[in-house]
């Protein structure tokens, strides 16, 4: 029972029924969510060959709005950050104007917001941004990456100059100003899944000599200096951030996760963010008890479902119950939203999930595999 016991908590009462904590509501900053369902980010390739968000962008996350919390996809804070045709971009007016369409569609079906804002890094081609890729040091991924005219090989990215590090802070920073203009309640700090800040943080992709590069002090600075600014721009109760350690997407490897991730979670718990995102959590692992130690804020845990390959029948429910025991606050899941545009009402209710089809279409603009996923009435 609450200290107050005239006026029982959201928790209380619910703790009386059987209800899962799933669906109870929850606080993010200054937000109040209905439940503690984060639709996560994913790239969808929607918006137009500028980056402008289409309005069938609207449409699809406005089908999602049921879910407590709607983190939308990787989005570029600048032109050369750029990672695959078709992403969304949010450093120009036109982009501000398209993102407005999206959050005031979702608003308007109730709704709430966070932009994901993700510089790709080594992860780009010119023929995609216009731009020759910039990261930590000249290391490229490996084999091909698509661009508006196929696959290509990957170019090797220029090593940045400390002054272009310097500004793509800065890009971070006015990106999030844009994105509360556009309407969203926040920004989620991509440092996760193989794309800039993640390649700062490993010393396969990070072979620098300078303040950035070398000892895992050197190594966290950007990903904190970029939620530094985001933060001072528009709140810490407004920035988000998303780490993935140990996670091999984009080529990636990390040999010494326990050493960086605490490292940047000392450094990022106090600037107080309103909240952190881990990829791929499990409550078995020693790791993720560590990170929950560290952080004394919001945890959203993203469940490590089978990747690739057929979600559980129950969507993940199962696997986010055992986070939200192990200490998680809120849980996102990725496919089960794509497929499920009422996934709140499906997994209270127990009823069936539409499992994920035509999943080459992940990628590929249209309706088909994007809008057309049935609800239950
Ligand atoms: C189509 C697709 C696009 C994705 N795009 C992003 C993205 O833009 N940013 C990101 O951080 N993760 C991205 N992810 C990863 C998801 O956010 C999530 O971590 C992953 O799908 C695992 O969750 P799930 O098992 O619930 O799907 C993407 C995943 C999918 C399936």
Redesign the pocket.
């Known amino acids: 029972m609450s200290t107050n016991t005239l006026v029982p908590t959201a928790t209380d009462t619910e703790t009386a029924g059987q209800e899962s904590p799933l669906f109870r509501p929850a606080r993010l900053g200054a937000l109040r969510l209905a439940n503690r369902l984060v639709m996560?980010?994913?790239?969808?390739n929607r918006a137009s060959a500028t980056g402008v968000p289409e309005p069938i962008m609207a449409t699809y996350y406005a089908q999602r709005a049921s879910a407590g919390l709607i983190i939308a996809?990787?989005t570029t804070p600048n032109a050369v950050g750029a990672t695959y045709p078709h992403i969304p971009a949010i450093h120009d007016e036109s982009h501000v104007a398209g993102w407005r369409r999206v959050t005031d569609a979702v608003r308007a079906a109730g709704g709430q917001m966070f932009l994901?804002l993700?510089h790709g890094g080594r992860v780009g081609h010119p023929e995609t941004s216009g731009h020759h890729p910039l990261a930590p040091s000249p290391v490229p991924l490996p084999g091909t990456i698509v661009t508006p005219s196929g696959h290509r090989e990957n170019v090797v990215p220029r090593e940045m100059t400390e002054q272009e590090i310097h500004a793509t802070v800065a890009d971070f920073a006015a990106a999030a100003r844009r994105a509360v203009d556009a309407g969203f309640a926040g920004v989620e700090v991509?440092a996760?899944?193989g794309y800039l800040l993640h390649q700062f943080l490993s010393r396969h992709t990070n072979h620098r000599t300078d303040g950035y590069g070398g000892s895992v002090a050197n190594r966290v600075r950007l990903t904190v200096e970029v939620v530094r600014a985001v933060a001072e721009a528009i709140g810490a109760e407004r920035v988000g951030v998303?780490i993935a350690p140990g996670v091999t997407a984009n080529a990636m490897t990390e040999d010494d996760v326990d050493e960086v991730y605490p490292a940047l979670l000392r450094e990022l718990d106090g600037l107080r963010p309103a909240y952190l995102h881990v990829?791929?959590a499990d409550p078995d692992q020693p790791l993720f008890r560590t990170l929950r130690q560290a952080w004394s804020g919001t945890l959203i845990a993203?469940?490590a479902?089978p990747?690739p390959g057929p979600?559980p029948a129950d969507g993940?429910r199962a696997a986010a119950e055992r986070l939200l025991a192990a200490g998680a606050d809120l849980i996102?899941?990725?496919?089960?939203f794509?497929a499920n545009p009422d996934l709140v009402t499906r997994l209270r209710t127990g009823a069936p999930l539409n499992p994920v089809r035509e999943a080459h279409l992940?990628?590929v603009g249209g309706e088909t595999g994007y809008t057309d996923y049935p609800t239950l009435d």
């Open positions: 996560a980010p994913m790239t969808r996809e990787a994901q993700q991509h996760a899944n998303r990829v791929f993203n469940p479902l990747w979600l993940g996102s899941l990725g496919r089960s794509l992940m990628y």
